[in-house]
């Protein structure tokens, strides 16, 4: 089978899409013949697409010649851009012998067919627009039930046409074979003092802020921060001055594996108040956490829950600092039990390859595609 993978997104990037669309690909041109599409624009990374996330070429990439209207503000900019992209995207491909399209753009069936496209957020209002470009896709990867039952209730979507499938991760990833000690000294950091660790965006949804707070209360825990622009790295920094909270802003994504090493607890403390962090995600994060087979903290979410249990993860309260100084606190006090939930989620993450996400797109590719 040879596919044809078309995004306007410009990679590489430090953001989460960037990885996932890395790993699916890695992933995808191992099972098909793959080519990628994405936008020729500027990049402050110049480092090498394959170097930058560390993965194998098992598929190529083409660069296509677009227009750069994202300078522009507002809806308008993002439009031309896309439209221009997309436009360049399809005349290109008329030399490309392909049998199905993968996309995780909702305007990819404007320009192409037999499109399956992978959904992680919904607008916000359902239009005759949006209903008749969903009609003309192949079907839909939706990341949570959540989305699946919008695409239906709101979108007139056929349930037939949509896969439930989360996120993945490829455990040997994150299979680190130094030392918490060795680690630690690489980092710089203390040997001998407790550490809980959160790796992501500086996002409001992302619910750092609660993070942080709570190091200003469990000041004998040392916080770790990885991720975040320069700008954002130096507001949290003014905003939350204290000695046992550490910035080391963004990090190759092939250093994470280090990071979750020297940590004793991972944390994601995604807010709660908006869709994307309640009911849309299927955070990279989590299954990462799951992983590198140390204790989680995580907020009691519906996306959240959709992966893991109690059995696996501690839970807290979003938004409350109380809550997780609480679970902080329980899992450095119950290391038994710390220890059976980071074997359960450990063990959790074996089902949830890359190889096995990819092999479900793939059979889904292989359906007949139906009448629109």
């Known amino acids: 089978m040879k596919i044809l993978y078309v995004t306007d997104a410009g990679l590489p990037t430090p953001r989460a899409h960037g990885i996932q669309i890395a790993k699916v690909c890695e992933s995808l041109g191992r099972t098909a013949e793959l080519e990628l599409f994405v936008p020729d624009r500027k990049n402050s990374i110049t ?101 699946k039952e919008e695409l239906v209730k709101r979108f007139g979507v056929d349930e037939s046409k949509i896969t439930v499938i989360p996120n993945g991760i490829d455990i040997d990833d994150f299979n680190c074979r130094e030392s918490m000690e060795e680690v630690r000294n690489k980092l710089r950091l203390p040997i001998d003092k407790k550490t809980a660790l959160y790796t992501g965006s500086l996002q409001s949804w992302k619910g750092v802020d609660v993070f942080l707070y709570a190091a200003e209360k469990i000041i004998n825990v040392l916080f770790v921060i990885v991720g975040g622009d320069d700008k954002s790295v130096e507001e949290k920094k003014r905003k939350f001055p204290s000695r046992n909270i550490i910035f080391f ?67 807290f309260k979003p938004n409350d600092v109380s809550s997780l100084e609480m679970a902080i606190k329980q899992v450095f006090s119950d290391p038994q039990g710390s220890s059976r939930r980071a074997h359960n989620s450990y063990e959790l993450a074996a089902s949830f390859s890359w190889s096995r996400y990819v092999r479900k797109i793939v059979d889904i590719m292989s359906k007949p595609c139906v009448e629109y």
């Open 47 to 147: 480092e090498d697409f394959f170097s930058y996330y560390d993965i194998d070429r098992t598929f190529k990439i083409k660069l296509v010649p677009c227009a750069d209207f994202l300078s522009w503000t507002g809806v308008l900019g993002f439009f031309f851009h896309i439209f221009s992209f997309y436009w360049e995207a399809r005349k290109i491909s008329k030399f490309t012998d392909f049998d199905c399209v993968y996309s995780r753009d909702l305007v990819a069936p404007i320009f192409f067919t037999d499109v399956v496209i992978e959904v992680h957020n919904l607008p916000r209002i359902s239009t005759w627009f949006h209903r008749r470009v969903f009609a003309r896709a192949k079907s839909f990867v939706a990341k949570t039930t959540f989305v």
């Open 249 to 315: 802003g963004q990090r190759p994504h092939r250093d994470m594996p280090l990071f979750m090493r020297a940590a004793d607890v991972l944390v994601l403390p995604n807010a709660a108040g908006t869709d994307v962090s309640e009911k849309y995600t299927s955070p990279l994060k989590l299954f990462e956490y799951m992983a590198a087979g140390k204790p989680i903290i995580a907020s009691d979410l519906p996306s959240i829950r959709e992966i893991v249990s109690d059995t696996d993860v501690f839970f």
